[in-house]
């Protein structure tokens, strides 16, 4: 099972467990679903069960590599075992060449006994009328000996016909045969190749995600912004990135994304696609004036060198789609850092802001969505780049392996979300998910 499908199921089962999360708390939904909660899953049936180590990844890659270093041996094999039998000195096209040979020189010699008749039958046409008895019959016993000799001819070309006849499809059905084998040579290497090549990529994926950085406290995230927002209007919340270490963090990025909840009674599983959910969030910073579009190539917000204690503002800009239904959705924001000398971390919380969708007025045409690069309205708050600033205003803040205090939401929720919406958009908080069992073990 791919990291990919682990992780979307993770997602499904972080989200649906331990009970329907739209019967969890007021906050989410606002009334109960009819059908009855869903059971918890089990110990043997959690995906992160599943979840490779980077030593079977690495193995995995290995065993792909052999296996795709034999197919491409087979199909030189097969391909060369294919030319082969278009070399004038393989066995079966010798046989079709003497075949051949022997056919031409059984026709040769009917043409020549052709010949020898007619000449015959001519000598009979041309005889004088003053011909005695003898050359008579001389004449018509060499058309009867030219006659056999012809009959002869035409019986000694049977053999040697069925002969070429015989090579000729064996030749035929070994080219056949040799094409079938490079043509599944073919298919067996490209296979193969694909193998090697999604074994690579989850060993990359799962280095890239950081399995050798640690969780720890050093980022920490905030996120404000209102409590409703209008579908078809731009909204903007609010993303502080701390340093809360005793050291400055030499690379500090950060990850956020947005989801519509679903619907009342809406079922999530493995099988939901979040891409239908997902809603669109961009972000900019006094550092990146235009608005800036998350996307799987560009998924993280570059905050860059932060000092001790120093703080980051991040604005993101959210519009739902004019045509939505009211409903609710949830922004959530995550942060990760790492030094020159190798070290690295992944927060070890997360933060996230709940919020109303109010549909569109259908009397009011939505507000048109500002260009790409209309500049970031200036911070709210006294801010020197990547120096101390002054709180902006509440936020909710859940640990990995904490609660949703202030929502009274199920806190499997909000980290299934996360770890949903960072499947659809990009790696970045794909490392939530994967975490979620180590911290909450912590």
Not at 120 to 136: H, I, M, N, R, Y
Not at 165 to 194: F, M
Request: hydrophobic residues 40%; glycine residues 6%.
């Amino acid at each position: 099972m791919k990291i990919r499908r682990i992780l979307a199921t993770a997602v499904a089962a972080a989200v649906t467990t331990p009970v329907v999360f739209l019967s969890a708390a007021p906050a989410f939904a606002d009334t109960k679903p009819t059908s009855a909660p869903t059971k918890p899953a089990s110990h043997e049936d959690d995906p992160e069960d599943d979840m490779p180590s980077l030593d079977e990844l690495k193995a995995a890659v290995a065993a792909a590599q052999k296996a795709y270093d034999e197919a491409v041996t087979d199909l030189g094999k097969a391909t060369e075992d294919r030319k082969a039998l278009d070399d004038a000195q393989h066995a079966l096209v010798v046989a079709v060449a003497d075949a051949q040979k022997a056919v031409d020189e059984a026709a040769a010699k009917k043409t020549a006994a052709d010949e020898a008749l007619a000449t015959a039958e001519k000598a009979v046409a041309d005889l004088p009328e003053t011909a005695t008895d003898e050359e008579k019959k001389a004449a018509a016993d060499a058309v009867t000996a030219a006659k056999t000799a012809v009959d002869e001819a035409v019986a000694a070309q049977t053999a040697p016909a069925e002969k070429l006849k015989k090579d000729t499809a064996a030749l035929a059905a070994a080219k056949d045969s040799a094409d079938r084998a490079v043509k599944n040579a073919e298919k067996v290497e490209k296979a193969a190749k694909k193998d090697l090549d999604d074994a690579k990529e989850e060993l990359a994926f799962y280095e890239e995600i950081g399995e050798e950085c640690t969780e720890d406290s050093a980022v920490k995230v905030t996120l404000t912004g209102p409590e409703k927002v209008t579908a078809g209007k731009p909204t903007v919340f609010s993303l502080r990135v701390t340093n809360t270490s005793d050291h400055a963090l030499d690379v500090v990025n950060a990850y956020a994304n947005a989801m519509r909840q679903p619907a009342a009674g809406e079922e999530i599983d493995e099988d939901t696609d979040f891409s239908e959910l997902v809603l669109p969030l961009e972000w900019s910073s006094p550092d990146v004036l235009e608005w800036t579009k998350f996307s799987e190539e560009f998924d993280s917000i570059e905050v860059g060198k932060l000092a001790k204690g120093a703080s980051y503002d991040v604005k993101l800009r959210l519009t739902v789609d004019a045509e939505a239904a009211a409903g609710k959705g949830m922004v959530f924001a995550y942060g990760e850092y790492e030094n020159n000398d190798g070290s690295c971390g992944i927060g070890d919380d997360f933060a996230n802001a709940t919020f109303d969708i109010l549909a569109a007025d259908k009397g009011d045409k939505p507000e048109p969505k500002p260009s790409e690069t209309t500049p970031t309205p200036a911070p709210s708050v006294t801010t020197g780049g990547n120096s101390n600033t002054t709180q902006q205003g509440g936020s909710s803040n859940t640990p990995v392996n904490g609660t949703l205090a202030a929502t009274g939401a199920n806190d499997t929720l909000p980290l299934g979300y996360a770890a949903a919406g960072a499947v659809v958009l990009g790696a970045g908080a794909l490392v939530v998910a994967r975490r979620r069992k180590a911290g909450a073990q912590a």
